[in-house]
């Protein structure tokens, strides 16, 4: 490897690396000093900004890939993510959660929302509101209602099955004869 005398201080300076890729520093008027990766076409593909506040990091590429074991965790005081395109977030889980404030979601066309249930202010077991109760005699559908709608023994003349499944007063009075 190839040591260089480096002075003190830099102020504009260019070095070719062996991948044909070269790195350039430049200290702009300010208080800040800039490092940039360039192609061997010249492309910018990495600029690091050095302020006083701390680095910040300008990756340009067609395609930035990360991937972690365990976890990828981004914090920080604005979160910003601007898509030409598509955004697309998928994961078995997902949560999106304001400790404080709004959640505003807008569209230029249609909102879709696909789900088994969408439920919408439903930090509470469900409940029927007292005036569907009153007006309608509405309630919610219990265990019961997930059974078969016709007696067991219509289905079988089996005494023992029907007295499993068919709480009625025939199927346990049949099944008591045999």
């Keep these: 490897m190839t040591k260089l ?3 003190a201080t830099i102020d504009d300076c260019t070095v070719a690396l062996a991948s044909g890729r070269s790195l350039e520093v430049r200290r702009p008027s300010g208080d800040h000093e800039i490092l940039r990766v360039l192609g061997s076409s010249g492309r910018i593909e990495l600029t690091v900004v050095l302020t006083d506040a701390g680095p910040k990091l300008i990756f340009e590429a067609a395609d930035i890939e990360l991937r972690a074991t365990h976890a990828v965790s981004v914090a920080c005081e604005r ?21 404080a404030g709004d959640i505003a979601l807008r569209a230029n066309d249609n909102v879709v929302v696909v789900g088994e249930q969408i439920r919408l202010n439903c930090d509470k077991p469900d409940e029927v509101p007292p005036w569907m109760k009153e007006t309608l005699g509405a309630r919610l559908p219990g265990p019961s209602d997930l059974l078969p709608s016709i007696p067991a023994s219509d289905i079988t003349g089996d005494a023992e099955v029907v007295a499993k499944f068919d709480d009625s007063p025939r199927a346990t009075s049949e099944s008591s004869d045999s």
């Design 5 to 7: 005398a480096v002075p």
């Design 79 to 99: 979160f910003d993510v601007h898509a030409s395109q598509e955004a697309r977030i998928e994961a078995h889980h997902a949560t999106i959660e304001t400790t």
